[in-house]
C-alpha cells in the first residue's frame, strides 16, 4: 500500500529547542512537501523538494528549513522554535505522470511552548 | 500567485441530502483541481479531482464541475450520508508538473442523521 508516514505523531518542544520532523515515502516520489495547517485555515506550503538536493522555498519558509538526502526521506528543521510554529505539519509527496495524485501524511501535532 | 477561495465554510445538510462546496480561483494558468476530505485528527484525504480539459467529471455520489470562465469549480455531494461528515478541501495547481498545490480553507460538512 503506498503510503506516505511520518514522525512522530504528536511532539512538544520548548521555546528556543531545535525541532527535527521526519517524513518517509515507499513511492520512491520525485517531488516532495510540507505543509502547515492551522484552524480555520488551509494548508500553507513550506518547502518543496524536487528531488535529493534539489529543494526550493514554498510560500512560509522563514523559520524552517529542509533537509532531503534520500529521495524516499524529506526532514523539516525548526531551527530554536517559535510558539507562533505551533501548528499541526503535514508532509506530502507526488510522482511524476499524467494521472498522479499527491500523498499526503497523518501529520505531526507540534505545541511549542 | 494563486488564491484559492472556499466559499463556505460550514455546511450542513440532512442525510440523503445533496451538498455543494464551492471554489473560485485566481490563476488562469490552473489547470489541475483535486479535493481532499479531512475526518477528525486525521489527514488528507484525496477524493475526487478534474482537469482543465473537461468541464464535469463523477465519481459514484461525487460530482466536480469546472467552469474556467468564471475560474469557479465545485463539488457535489449526491445522497449524502453520516460518513460524508468532515471537512472538505479544494486545491488548485499550474499542472501535475509543476507540483505546487494552493489550498481553499476548508469546509466543515455536517450530515445530520
Known amino acids: 500500500d503506498m503510503k506516505v508516514t511520518q514522525m512522530p505523531r504528536y511532539l512538544i518542544k520548548r521555546m528556543g529547542e531545535n525541532v527535527l520532523l521526519e517524513c518517509g515515502q515507499d513511492m520512491s516520489h520525485e517531488t516532495m512537501y510540507w505543509y502547515r495547517q492551522d484552524p480555520g485555515l488551509g494548508l500553507q506550503l513550506i518547502y518543496i523538494s524536487y528531488d535529493v538536493d534539489s529543494n526550493s522555498e514554498g510560500d512560509i519558509p522563514k523559520g524552517y528549513r529542509v533537509s532531503r538526502k534520500k529521495r524516499e526521506h524529506f526532514s523539516l528543521i525548526l531551527d530554536s522554535a517559535k510558539t507562533n510554529q505551533t501548528s499541526v505539519y503535514f508532509c506530502?509527496?507526488?510522482?511524476?505522470?499524467?494521472?498522479?495524485?499527491?500523498?499526503f501524511g497523518s501529520g505531526t501535532r507540534l505545541l511549542v511552548i | 500567485g494563486e488564491k484559492v477561495e472556499q466559499h463556505e465554510s460550514t455546511l450542513s445538510v440532512r442525510e440523503g441530502d445533496s451538498a455543494v462546496i464551492n471554489c473560485t480561483y485566481t490563476?488562469?494558468?490552473?489547470?489541475?483541481f483535486p479535493w481532499y476530505k479531512q475526518e477528525a485528527g486525521k489527514g488528507l484525504h484525496f477524493v475526487i479531482d478534474i482537469r482543465s480539459n473537461v468541464d464535469r467529471k463523477q465519481s459514484q455520489r461525487l460530482i466536480v464541475l469546472l467552469d474556467k470562465k468564471a475560474k469557479r469549480f465545485s463539488l457535489h455531494i449526491t445522497a449524502t450520508q453520516p460518513e460524508d461528515s468532515a471537512i472538505y478541501f479544494c486545491?488548485?495547481?499550474?499542472?501535475?508538473?509543476?507540483?505546487?498545490?494552493?489550498f481553499g480553507d476548508g469546509t466543515v460538512l455536517t450530515v445530520k442523521p
Open positions: 490563476d488562469t494558468a490552473s489547470s489541475y
Open positions: 506530502a509527496s507526488r510522482g511524476t505522470g499524467g494521472n498522479s495524485d499527491y500523498t
Open positions: 486545491a488548485a495547481s499550474r499542472g501535475t508538473n509543476t507540483g505546487k498545490l494552493t
